[in-house]
């Protein structure tokens, strides 16, 4: 497993916007052309794809709005082919460490459709700790820095 992040780029971008989710988990993340087009037309947050060597796997979004300084990842889906192979475990730390590198930043939060046990057991396995809130109907969990982040 070969996991890289890249820039989502002209040559790229539709191939993004096609990365099916299984059947049943359309409730759990928005469709990644939603996020492009707040990139676009909103002009906030950072995209980038997940490759396993030349093989296109996920995508994520991550980010800090205007009127919220918190950072988040907004959105982070693997391909339904691509699911419970070990690549949401392996390109997460690779975004937390961008995020870490390129933002001055104390905490990176994180939310999801509370029903989303996959979600809850990843983000809780990588140090993400539950912070009681519910927003957007959405369970928030964070990853404080001053914490050193578990091992995958």
Same mark, same amino acid.
């Given at each position: 497993?070969?996991? *890289?992040?890249? &820039? ?7 191939? #993004? ?7 049943? *988990? =359309? ?10 087009? +707040?990139?676009?037309? &909103?002009? @906030? ?7 396993? $060597? &030349? ?7 991550? !980010?800090?709005?205007?009127? /919220?300084?918190? @950072? @988040? ?7 339904? $082919?691509? *699911?419970?192979? !070990?690549?949401?475990? %392996? ?5 937390? *460490?961008?995020?870490? =590198? ?14 989303? =046990?996959?979600?809850? %057991?990843?983000?809780?396995?990588? !140090?993400?700790? $539950? %912070? !009681?809130?519910? &927003? $957007?109907? =959405?369970?928030?969990? #964070? +990853?404080?820095? /001053? %914490?050193?982040?578990? /091992?995958?």
């Amino acid at each position: 497993m070969a996991i *890289q992040l890249h &820039e989502v780029t002209k040559d790229n971008w539709a191939a #993004v916007c096609r990365l099916p989710l299984k059947a049943g *988990q =359309e409730h759990y993340v928005a469709p990644n052309w939603h996020s492009l087009l +707040l990139i676009a037309y &909103e002009g @906030w947050g950072t995209a980038r794809a997940i490759y396993d $060597d &030349e093989t296109l796997v996920g995508f994520v979004l991550y !980010g800090s709005a205007p009127d /919220d300084p918190r @950072w @988040w990842v907004v959105r982070f889906m693997i391909a339904a $082919d691509h *699911q419970r192979r !070990g690549y949401g475990r %392996t390109a997460l730390p690779l975004i937390i *460490q961008e995020m870490r =590198e390129r933002h001055a930043t104390p905490a990176i939060h994180i939310s999801f459709v509370p029903e989303n =046990e996959p979600a809850r %057991t990843l983000y809780a396995s990588l !140090g993400f700790v $539950d %912070t !009681g809130t519910i &927003e $957007d109907g =959405e369970a928030v969990y #964070v +990853l404080n820095f /001053d %914490t050193p982040m578990k /091992d995958s």
